[in-house]
């Protein structure tokens, strides 16, 4: 498994859920241990990371450029 994407645990669990739309396994995990009581548990830094085998299509599909698209 290759890290895909580090940030807000919000915005990862939304791109797992992306990536496996996109029939790409996808592993979610948090960076740190558990945050303190009454901490937002969504912006907790969590990891994306993606079989190697994945990344370039991976890679294509979230961030090359889109300009085209119009």
């Known amino acids: 498994?290759?890290?895909?994407?580090?940030?807000?645990f919000i915005k990862a669990e939304?791109?797992?859920?992306?990536?496996?739309?996109h029939?790409?396994?996808?592993?979610?995990q948090f960076a740190h241990e558990p945050m303190e009581d009454g901490?937002?548990?969504?912006?907790?830094?969590s990891i994306v990371s993606i079989p190697e085998s994945e990344y370039?299509?991976?890679?294509?599909?979230?961030?090359?450029?889109s300009g085209d698209e119009l």
Do not use: C, H, P, W
Request: hydrophobic content about 40%.
């Open 1 to 8: 498994m290759k890290r895909f994407f580090t940030g807000d």
């Open 14 to 21: 939304l791109l797992v859920t992306m990536l496996e739309k």
């Open 23 to 28: 029939g790409i396994e996808a592993e979610l």
């Open 39 to 45: 901490a937002d548990e969504f912006s907790r830094e």
């Open 56 to 65: 370039d299509r991976a890679y294509q599909l979230f961030y090359q450029d």
